[in-house]
C-alpha cells in the first residue's frame, strides 16, 4: 500500500505548478534537475513546465497540466504522458476558469480512459481509440465550459502519449511544435481569423502580427454545442522535443530563438524558464505557458 | 455581424423543457411535436384551433427568454416585435408567411405557415450520391429570385445574412424556401467573444461587421458549393472553398457551374456578382449552353477500356481469384482450376505449371528459386522457379487461403486449422506454430521478430518470434483484410466496416474509421494516405494521422481488391469486373479496363507493366 501511494505520488507529483510569478527565471543548476531514468538500458522522457502571468496582464488565464507515467519491467506499462495547455479568455475571470474547467475536465476523461485502464488487472476489450477518446474528451471539456462558465471560452492542446504513439487534440491558437534535429514543425493549425486571412495571402505576416482581431478564434473550447477538435498522430520522434505553448509565448519569442533556447539549455525545466523568461524580457504582453518534452535517442 | 450580448451570470443558463404534445397556446395554437431545436428556440409543428373542421398546421417558434435584466428583456421585444411587423409584410412565395405572434410567460413566439418538406442538409444526408447538376442549378435560380426580392425591398434592403443549407427547405412540389428569417439576427443571446456568424458559410467582410447583398451571394456560393461537392464547409477552416475545387470533387459538375460559384465565393465582394439577378442570369446562360435544363445530362465518359493499351493475356481453366507476383521474368499466379501458372511476362507465353490438388486463392511467394504457394488441398507447395518441379510439401490441417510471407528464412502462413504455420524455407520442416481462435485467411505482416496477423474468428494477433503471444485485440468481426505499417501504426480493414490504425507495441487503438460496408480488402499506404476497398463498392482514402476521409471512389460493385500505388495513380480491381486507375491525390478516375468477370484479386505492377487475374479466367497484362 505504501509503494502504492508513494507510486501514484510519483506519477501525480508533477501536478503541482508554481504559482504565477514565483517561477524561478534565473537558469537552474543543472544538479537540481531531474535526469532521464533507465529503464533497462531506455531512457525515460524527461519534461519541463513554466507558467507566467507576463508584464502586462494582471491576472493569468493560462493553464497547464502535465502528468507521466514511468514503467519498467518485464510486463511494463506502456510508456505514459498526457500534457495540457489551455489558453481562458472573457472577463470576470471567465478565462482563468474556463481554462482550468477545461483542463480538468479533459484531463478526468483521458486519464479514465487510458492510464486508470493500464492499471486494471483484467482489462477490458472495449477501449476506444484514441482519437474517439480525445475527441470526447475535448466535447465533454466543451460542454462543461459552455454549462459552467457563460462568456467563457478557451485554446486547449492535449498531447497523449502512449507508447511509441503521440496524439495530439486542439482547437484554438495555443500550439504544439516538434523539434528534431533543429527544425521544428508546427503540429497544430491556430483557428484563429488573422492566421485563416494570413494563409490566404489576403494578411502579409507583418499586418498579422499587428492586426486588432489576432485574438478573435474561429473555434474555441465553449463556444456552442457543435465543436470540431482538430487530431493528429504522429510516432515519437527519435531524440527531440515537444513544445505546447499559449500565444504568450509563441507571439512574442521568435520560432529560431525558441529553438535556441531549447537546444543551448541542456534540460528542458531550465528550457522552459529561460523561455518564459524571453516572453517578459520581450514585454510580457500576456499570460505565458511553455510545457517542453524531451524524447531520449531509441 | 459580429454581436456581443453578454448573458447574465446570475441568471440560469440551462435550457427550458420543451413543450409537450398536447399543450395549447393562447388557447389557440395545439402543440402536435418539436420540428428542431437549437440555441435558445424550438421548433414546434402545431395546429390552429381556430379552424376546428379542417387541420390547419402551422410552425410555432418558441424563443426561450434567459436574460433576467429587464432592460435588456424589453430591448429583445421591442426588436422583436418590429421584426415581426416588418416579415408579416413580406410577400415572396419562397418566403414562409407569419401569421401570428405573442409573448407568453416571457417567452416569445412566432407562428409561421408550416412548411411541409425537408431543409436541404437533410436532403443530402438521405440521398447516396451527389445531387444532379440540373437540380442544384434549379434551387439555385429560385434563392436568386428570393435573395433578389429581399435585397430590392423598400425602403432599405434586407440582407438575409445567414445562407445556409438548413435554413433553405425544399417543400413537396420541389421548390425552396427560406426559413429562419431575420430573427436570427434580433435573438442570439450568448454570441461570446469569438463565435461569429455561421462558421463555413459566412463571407469574410461579415468578420468585420458588414452585412451586405455581396454577403449573401457569398454564402449561397457556399451552399452550392457544399452540396455539389458534400463536403462541409463548417468542417473546414473559414474560406477554404477554392483549396476544394468542385469537379475535383465531383467530376459530373459543368466547368461553367464551376467558374460562377468560384465568383460567388471571391474573397473581394466587388469581384462577386454586381447583384443576385446577375448571378441568375449567369447560371441562366450557363444552362442554356449546356442544355442542362432542356434535357437530362448522360453519365460522363471518360477514357475507354479499349485505349488502355493490352500487352497480352492468357486464358486458365477456372476462376482466378489470386494475385500475381513477377519473379525472374515470370509471371507466377494461382487459379482455382488447381494450378500454379508460370508465365513469360514480356509474351504472356505459358511456361509451366504447377498442379496442387485444391483451388489456389492466395498470392505466391518466391525466394532464392524456389516459389511457396499455399492451396485448399491442406498444403504449402515449395516448387523450383525452373520447371516448376516440387522441392516439398508441408501439410496443415486445414485449407490454406492466406498468402505465404518470407522473412528469415521462414515462412510464414495462416491456415484454415486454426493455426498461424512458420516453415523453414529450406527444408519445409515447422520451426512453431501459433494458436488463433479460427481461420486465418490474412496474410501475416512479420516486422522487428514480430508477426501480425487477422482471424476470421475478429481476433488480431501479435506473435513475437519464439511464439509467444505479445498481445490480442478483440475486432468485432473477422479480419481478412491483411496488416501494413506506417509510422509505428498497423492499419487493416475488418468485416465490422471499419478500418483500424492500432499501435504496434502494445495494440492500443490509435483510430479507427467507419466505412459503408464491411471490407477484406488490404490497405496501401503513401504520402499520409491510407487507400483500401470496401464491400460498399468504394475506393477509400483516408488522412493516417487524422483519420479522415479524403476522397472516395465508387464502383459499380464491391471491392474486395487490395489497391495498389504506382507512381501517382493507385489501381484497384472491383467485382465490377474493371480494373481502376484513379489520381491517388484527388481520386479521379483515370482510366478503367474492363474483363468479363469479377476481379477479386491485386495487380502487381512493375516496369510501368500491369499484371491482373480476373474470374473470367484471364490474366492481362497491361500497359500503364
Known amino acids: ?298 | 455581424m459580429i454581436r456581443r450580448t453578454t448573458r447574465a451570470l446570475d441568471g440560469q443558463t440551462e435550457r427550458l423543457e420543451n413543450l409537450q404534445p398536447g399543450t395549447t397556446l393562447q388557447d389557440r395554437y395545439l402543440i402536435l411535436g418539436l420540428l428542431g431545436s437549437g440555441g435558445m428556440s424550438s421548433v414546434y409543428k402545431g395546429r390552429d384551433l381556430h379552424f376546428p373542421n379542417v387541420t390547419k398546421l402551422v410552425a410555432v417558434k418558441e424563443m426561450t427568454n434567459i436574460v433576467s435584466d429587464q432592460t435588456m428583456y424589453e430591448m429583445i421585444v421591442t426588436n422583436f416585435e418590429r421584426e415581426a411587423d416588418l416579415l408579416a409584410t413580406l410577400s415572396h412565395p419562397a418566403i414562409p408567411r407569419i401569421y401570428d405572434y405573442f409573448i407568453s410567460k416571457k417567452n416569445l413566439y412566432l407562428v409561421m405557415e408550416f412548411i411541409d418538406g425537408k431543409d436541404l442538409e437533410a436532403v443530402l444526408q438521405e440521398s447516396d450520391d451527389f445531387l444532379p447538376e440540373e437540380q442544384v442549378i434549379s434551387w439555385a435560380i429560385e434563392l436568386c429570385d428570393t435573395l433578389t426580392y429581399l435585397h430590392n425591398h423598400k425602403p432599405e434592403p434586407l440582407v438575409f445574412r445567414d445562407i445556409k443549407p438548413t435554413n433553405i427547405m425544399v417543400d413537396h412540389h420541389g421548390h425552396i424556401r427560406l426559413i429562419d428569417f431575420g430573427i436570427a439576427r434580433i435573438f442570439q443571446p450568448g454570441q461570446k467573444g469569438t463565435m461569429i456568424g455561421t462558421e463555413g458559410y459566412s463571407p469574410p467582410e461579415q468578420y468585420r461587421g458588414e452585412a451586405s447583398p455581396a454577403g449573401d451571394i457569398y454564402a449561397l456560393g457556399a451552399t452550392l458549393h457544399h452540396i455539389l461537392t458534400r463536403r462541409d464547409p463548417r468542417l473546414e477552416p473559414p474560406f477554404s472553398f477554392t483549396e476544394r475545387p468542385i469537379r475535383e470533387i465531383n467530376p459530373n459538375v459543368s466547368p461553367e457551374l464551376e467558374a460562377i460559384i468560384n465568383t460567388t465565393l471571391d474573397y473581394d465582394p466587388k469581384k462577386r456578382y454586381p447583384s443576385t439577378d446577375a448571378l441568375k442570369n449567369a447560371l441562366l446562360a450557363t444552362a442554356n449552353e449546356t442544355g442542362l435544363l432542356i434535357k437530362p445530362r448522360t453519365a460522363e465518359i471518360f477514357v475507354r477500356g479499349d485505349e488502355i493499351q493490352e500487352l497480352w493475356s492468357f486464358e486458365c481453366e477456372d476462376e482466378i481469384r489470386g494475385t500475381p507476383i513477377v519473379y525472374q521474368g515470370m509471371i507466377l499466379i494461382g487459379c482455382y482450376d488447381h494450378n500454379l501458372y508460370a508465365l513469360d511476362a514480356k509474351t504472356g507465353e505459358f511456361m509451366w505449371k504447377y498442379a496442387t490438388e485444391g483451388g489456389i486463392t492466395g498470392r505466391p511467394a518466391a525466394e532464392d528459386g524456389v516459389i511457396f504457394i499455399g492451396s485448399e488441398d491442406y498444403r504449402l507447395h515449395a516448387v523450383t522457379a525452373r520447371g516448376g518441379k516440387l522441392a516439398w510439401m508441408y501439410y496443415t490441417e486445414g485449407p490454406i487461403r492466406s498468402s505465404p510471407i518470407l522473412s528469415h528464412g521462414h515462412i510464414f502462413v495462416g491456415s484454415d486449422d486454426n493455426h498461424l504455420h512458420v516453415i523453414n524455407s529450406l527444408n519445409g520442416r515447422r520451426a512453431w506454430r501459433a494458436e488463433a481462435m479460427g481461420p486465418i485467411w490474412s496474410t501475416p505482416l512479420v516486422k522487428d521478430e514480430r508477426v501480425f496477423f487477422g482471424c476470421e474468428s475478429g481476433d488480431f494477433y501479435c506473435y513475437d518470434f519464439r511464439g509467444e503471444l505479445k498481445w490480442r485485440k478483440k475486432i468485432k468481426r473477422a479480419v481478412t483484410s491483411s496488416p501494413i505499417l506506417l509510422d509505428g501504426l498497423l492499419y487493416f480493414g475488418s468485416k465490422d466496416w471499419t478500418l483500424y490504425a492500432l499501435e504496434i507495441e502494445n495494440g492500443w487503438q490509435v483510430w479507427r474509421y467507419r466505412m459503408g460496408g464491411p471490407t477484406i480488402s488490404t490497405p496501401t499506404a503513401a504520402e499520409d494516405k491510407i487507400f483500401i476497398g470496401c464491400g460498399d463498392n468504394h475506393i477509400y482514402a483516408i488522412h493516417a494521422r487524422h483519420a479522415r476521409e479524403i476522397w472516395r471512389y465508387a464502383t459499380e460493385h464491391q471491392v474486395t481488391s487490395s489497391p495498389v500505388v504506382y507512381v501517382d495513380s493507385i489501381y484497384c480491381g472491383s467485382v465490377d469486373g474493371g480494373l481502376y486507375c484513379l489520381d491517388f491525390r484527388t481520386g479521379r478516375l483515370r482510366w478503367r479496363f474492363r474483363t468479363e468477370g469479377p476481379i477479386t484479386g491485386s495487380p502487381v505492377i512493375v516496369d510501368n507493366t500491369l499484371f491482373i487475374g480476373s474470374n473470367d479466367h484471364k490474366v492481362y497484362a497491361l500497359l500503364t
Not at chain 1, 488487472?121 to 462543461?144: G, Y
Request: hydrophobic share 40%; with cysteine.
Open chain 1, 1 to 298: 500500500m505504501d509503494f502504492l501511494n508513494r507510486f501514484i505520488k510519483r506519477i501525480f507529483r508533477r501536478e503541482e505548478i508554481h504559482p504565477p510569478g514565483s517561477i524561478k527565471t534565473a537558469p537552474l543548476e543543472p544538479s537540481h534537475l531531474e535526469p532521464a531514468w533507465d529503464l533497462d538500458g531506455q531512457q525515460s522522457i524527461v519534461v519541463g513546465a513554466a507558467q507566467s502571468t507576463g508584464i502586462e496582464r494582471d491576472h493569468n488565464e493560462d493553464t497547464l497540466f502535465v502528468l507521466v507515467g514511468n514503467s519498467a519491467g518485464q510486463e511494463a506499462l506502456p510508456e505514459f504522458g498526457l500534457f495540457l495547455v489551455a489558453d481562458g479568455m472573457g472577463g470576470h475571470r471567465a478565462g482563468e476558469i474556463a481554462s482550468a474547467i477545461s483542463v480538468r475536465t479533459t484531463a478526468h476523461c483521458l486519464t479514465e480512459g487510458t492510464i486508470l485502464r493500464l492499471f486494471e488487472n483484467e482489462p477490458k476489450e472495449d477501449a476506444l481509440p484514441i482519437h474517439d477518446l480525445i475527441r470526447q474528451a475535448l466535447e465533454e471539456a466543451n460542454r462543461s465550459v459552455v454549462a459552467r462558465v457563460p462568456g467563457g471560452g478557451t485554446t486547449l492542446t492535449a498531447a497523449l502519449l502512449i507508447s511509441g504513439q503521440l496524439t495530439i487534440g486542439h482547437v484554438g491558437d495555443s500550439r504544439a511544435y516538434l523539434i528534431v534535429d533543429g527544425k521544428s514543425e508546427i503540429l497544430t493549425r491556430d483557428h484563429s481569423l488573422v492566421e485563416r486571412l494570413r494563409e490566404l495571402g489576403q494578411l502579409t505576416p507583418e499586418e498579422a502580427a499587428s492586426h486588432p482581431q489576432r485574438n478573435v478564434l474561429y473555434r474555441a473550447i465553449g463556444q456552442g454545442a457543435n465543436l470540431e477538435v482538430d487530431i493528429i498522430s504522429h510516432p515519437v520522434p527519435d531524440g527531440g522535443y515537444l513544445l505546447l505553448c499559449s500565444d504568450g509565448l509563441w507571439g512574442v519569442v521568435p520560432d529560431h530563438e525558441i529553438r535556441r533556447i531549447i537546444y543551448s539549455s541542456g534540460h528542458p525545466q531550465a528550457a522552459c524558464d529561460e523561455l518564459v523568461r524571453a516572453a517578459n524580457a520581450a514585454g510580457g504582453p500576456d499570460n505565458i505557458t511553455a510545457v517542453l518534452v524531451g524524447f531520449p535517442p531509441k
